[in-house]
Structure formats: structure tokens, C-alpha cells
């Protein structure tokens, strides 16, 4: 049972595109959300968050929408370059009293940026 | 610099045996956790620990034991009870107790076991 879904596995973009990434999530507790950039056998590097009191969150080229009613989420990154060719996981969190975060990860998505 | 460190980056195993596997952090984070990665996966977590001498189960703890000994360092062991231990090793640090709370990684272990 998948919390959090990336049902796009693989995603090319022309560089100079926007590229957009989905995801979607089932557990309505879920209130923060993080997107994360991974080079093979590297570990993940944190991109951007988003608290479930906003619907929109920028940083630079990346910027990641929230829709909380229809449980989903979605990072841009525009324009896109080469080196941001990685595997883009999301992940959601729940707040839980007297405990530390524990993230739930998607399965990843796959971005190729074409030059 | 600040960061997180994971040794070693390669490690191999023959079946049977256990191996720790390090990670330390120079963050002054309270939690820290352990996540394994396969291929065409997402992580999933292992164990993580809010304080020192303390630390919990994640999602997929059978087969592996941790320690939270110094607030910098919380080594992973894995077990010969851990019936697929390939796999790539990640460990991240946060905060805690924010409301935003951010890990942050470590570069990871790949482990294969011979």
C-alpha cells in the first residue's frame, strides 16, 4: 500500500523546457512535503519543501505546487538545464507529537534533460 | 564543513557474517535515521533515533540493530538475521521537533553481500 505515489517513472524534457513532476499521496495526514534530487550511488540532496498551510512554494528555477483536495503535488523546474538530469524523489510527513518526522518516500522520478 | 559522513562507500560481506556500517554528523541534529534504497525503489526507513540512547523501528527493522551512543553517531549493524542485505544504505539527520523538519543525507554505503 503506497502512500505516496511517482507513477511517472521517466520524464525527458528539452533543455529550456519547463520540466514537471507529479506526485500524489493518500494519507490525508500528510502536512509537509519535500522534493529530493539523487545522482546514482549518491545520497539524496534536498530541493524544496512545502507545509500543508501553503499551495505554492518557489526557490530559484524550482517551484512546487500543492493541491491539497486532490492529494497531489507537483515540482517545475524551469528552465530546465542537463545537470539536472536525476532521480527525483518525493516525500511527506506527518506530524506526530513528541516524535521525529518519519518521511515516506515515492518511488522516484527519472529525469532526462536533452540539450 | 558541515555535514553528514557515511564510511565506508563500498563494503562486501560474506553471507552469515554482521557488519556495522558508520554514519556521523557534525550538524548538532537530535534525530537521525537509516534508510536502505533498492533498485527502482524509493528508501525505506529502517530505524531512527530523536535522542541519544534512544531509537525506534521503522518500517523494515527485522534483521538489522542500531545504537545511539553519542549524539553524532548512530552506526547501523546489519545482522546475519537480515535476509537480503544488498542493498544501497543511506542516513540522514534532522532537526526534530520543527514543524518543517528537513533530513538531510549522508552519501550512502552499497552493501553486497559475497
Known amino acids: 500500500d503506497q502512500q505516496v505515489k511517482q507513477n511517472s517513472p521517466s520524464l525527458s524534457v528539452q533543455e529550456g523546457r519547463i520540466s514537471i513532476l507529479n506526485c500524489d499521496y493518500t494519507?490525508?495526514?500528510?502536512?509537509?512535503f519535500l522534493w529530493y534530487k539523487k545522482y546514482p550511488a549518491e545520497g539524496p540532496t534536498f530541493l524544496i519543501s512545502?507545509?500543508?498551510?501553503?499551495d505554492k512554494n518557489e526557490d530559484g528555477r524550482f517551484t512546487v505546487f500543492l493541491n491539497k483536495s486532490a492529494k497531489h503535488l507537483s515540482l517545475h523546474i524551469v528552465p530546465s538545464q542537463p545537470g539536472d538530469s536525476a532521480v527525483y524523489f518525493c516525500?511527506?510527513?506527518?506530524?506526530?507529537?513528541?516524535?521525529?518526522?518519519?518521511?515516506?518516500f515515492g518511488s522516484g522520478t527519472q529525469l532526462t534533460v536533452l540539450p | 564543513d558541515g555535514g553528514i559522513t557515511q564510511s565506508p562507500k563500498y563494503l562486501f560481506r560474506k553471507e552469515g557474517q554482521n557488519v556495522t556500517l558508520s554514519c556521523e554528523q557534525n550538524?548538532?541534529?537530535?534525530?537521525m535515521y537509516w534508510y536502505r534504497q533498492d533498485p527502482g525503489q524509493g528508501l525505506r526507513l529502517i530505524y531512527y533515533?530523536?535522542?541519544?540512547?534512544?531509537?525506534q523501528k521503522g518500517d523494515i527493522a527485522e534483521g538489522y540493530s542500531v545504537s545511539r551512543e553519542k549524539k553524532e553517531s548512530f552506526p547501523l549493524t546489519v545482522t546475519s538475521a537480515q535476509k537480503n542485505p544488498t542493498a544501497f544504505y543511506l542516513c540522514?539527520?534532522?532537526?526534530?521537533?520543527?514543524?518543517?523538519?528537513?533530513?538531510?543525507f549522508g552519501p550512502g554505503t552499497r552493501l553486497t553481500v559475497l
Open positions: 550538524l548538532n541534529h537530535d534525530a
Open positions: 512545502i507545509s500543508s498551510i501553503k
Open positions: 516525500a511527506a510527513s506527518a506530524y506526530s507529537s513528541g516524535s521525529a518526522r518519519q518521511l515516506t
Open positions: 494519507n490525508s495526514m500528510f502536512d509537509y
Open positions: 533515533s530523536q535522542i541519544v540512547n534512544d531509537f
Open positions: 540522514a539527520s534532522s532537526m526534530g521537533g520543527v514543524s518543517t523538519d528537513t533530513q538531510y
